[in-house]
């Protein structure tokens, strides 16, 4: 499930590679980019829920309510859309890349078995919790929900733990080109586990939190300005707002961690053809024959991002032997995904900022347009933060699937027509994608009509249980 995100790029196999690399890429960094949208749905859109939840238990809040259970709703939806992305790149594992399977599954595959655990357990509750509303007493119903969340939590932690782990292989011995014997606390917990599961979860955040202040941003640009839609916009937006200042302080620290601990990856990063000091920071570009071509050169930059002097020395590409250099075209992808992602997560710490001085200044949020305008746009830019920081990840690994251990090109399938595989892939996700975009807009329709927040289910009780006196909209 995690394994090639930024194969994306659209380079050419290198001359004596196998023929089925370049399709067995591309189809994991399709499927990959696709089911990695919906994690921060499982992951966080469970959490803003319960915050409105929370709200309407605790201050008799119908309108928070009311949100909290369409979110449910809507969570539920994706969740089914994950499951059945999160079970084609498992079948996907095992199809394109045997030789990781083959030699290292013993090891690799023990986090996705934590991973089933926590998705079995995720799925259960999401159905008792939309079964129990009005069903259930609120409280146990709450906190029905508040398993959903920790379980979500818990399978992405588990699929982090595999990708880290591939990224810092350990917790296990060879023994004549196979995995002999494995250490399960160290493979789950390796050397950038705890790195990568902070970034992902605040990445989480941010993005379901900017995604639902934007649907609610937009309605209230068409006029839709009742309580209804300010505490659905303030509940996500703030979510978001809080998350993101963290977001640059843990980002900041990781690109450090990659400069000690997986140089190749940040010679990647700063598009750093030799190794030097006063080293500067390249904004933009493209790496071609091994020279960098259009950027825009901040001196000394590189080095003291790195070390906080200019005479901070930093490994170049030179320093990678030659034939586990990355491409050119792989280093440029590298380098332009981590600029944008950079860009965009600047650009949504100055809206939250912006945010902050609208409140300052004491100005209702509803009336200020073009803000809300920005709000539109900070969901979609929180999302494409989220890709281009997958891609940093996985392309900047690159030639290796397990580093120091396996390379990409000797894992890959040798047999079968890949490009075929791949094109019954993408038939198969528009579909889903297509009918599921179709379910989310009847929804909506229905909401905007008549509520549509009926509790009647096929197979169940007739009706909802009596509410307690003062426990209104539970």
């Known amino acids: ?11 050419l196999a290198a001359a004596g590679d196998p023929s089925q690399l370049l399709p067995a890429r591309q189809q994991m960094a399709f499927t990959l980019g696709f089911h990695i949208i919906l994690v921060p749905f499982g992951v966080a859109l469970t959490t803003l829920m319960l915050v409105a939840n929370y709200r309407g238990l605790r201050h008799g809040d119908a309108e928070a309510m009311l949100l909290a259970r369409r979110w449910s709703k809507v969570a539920a939806v994706l969740f089914a859309v994950g499951a059945i992305t999160g079970t084609v790149l498992s079948f996907e594992l095992g199809i394109l890349w045997p030789g990781l399977m083959g030699r290292y599954g013993a090891a690799f595959g023990f986090p996705f078995a934590i991973e089933g655990l926590f998705f079995f357990l995720e799925a259960i509750f999401v159905s008792i919790y939309i079964y129990g509303w009005r069903r259930l007493r609120p409280w146990p119903h709450f906190w029905t929900g508040v398993v959903v969340s920790l379980s979500s939590v818990g399978g992405a932690a588990a699929v982090i733990a595999s990708n880290s782990w591939m990224n810092q292989p350990g917790g296990f011995t060879l023994r004549g080109g196979r995995v002999a014997t494995v250490r399960p606390a160290e493979v789950f917990f390796n050397g950038a586990f705890w790195w990568e599961l902070v970034h992902m979860l605040l990445a989480a955040y941010i993005v379901a939190g900017f995604v639902v202040a934007g649907v609610y941003a937009a309605g209230m640009l068409r006029g839709r300005t009742s309580y209804y839609h300010r505490t659905g916009f303030l509940i996500g937006f703030v979510t978001a707002a809080v998350a993101v200042p963290f977001q640059m302080v843990v980002g900041d620290s990781i690109a450090r961690y990659v400069y000690d601990a997986e140089s190749p990856k940040f010679s990647a990063i700063e598009m750093l053809p030799a190794t030097g000091t006063h080293v500067p920071e390249t904004l933009g570009g493209i790496l071609r024959d091994g020279r960098v071509r259009y950027g825009l050169r901040i001196p000394d930059g590189a080095s003291l991002l790195s070390g906080f002097s200019v005479n901070t020395r930093v490994k170049g590409l030179d320093a990678i032997p030659a034939r586990y250099r990355p491409s050119d075209q792989e280093v440029t992808t590298v380098h332009l995904a981590f600029d944008v992602m950079v860009g965009l997560s600047s650009a949504l710490l100055l809206l939250a900022l912006w945010y902050a001085w609208l409140r300052w200044r004491r100005r209702p949020v509803e009336r200020q347009r073009w803000f809300l305008r920005a709000c539109v746009l900070g969901g979609p830019a929180a999302i494409a933060c989220l890709e281009t920081g997958w891609i940093t990840t996985e392309v900047g690994r690159q030639p290796w699937i397990v580093v120091g251990h396996l390379l990409t090109r000797d894992a890959v399938a040798t047999h079968g027509d ?16 297509v009918t599921a975009g179709a379910v989310l807009i009847s929804m909506k329709r229905r909401w905007q009509a008549d509520g549509g927040d009926s509790v009647n289910v096929p197979y169940g009780p007739r009706g909802p249980v009596p509410e307690p006196a003062g426990k209104a909209g539970a």
């Open 418 to 433: 890949l490009w075929a595989f791949f094109a019954a892939v993408l038939a198969v996700y528009a579909a889903v994608g």
């Open 1 to 11: 499930m995690t394994l090639c995100a930024g194969m994306i790029q659209e380079s």
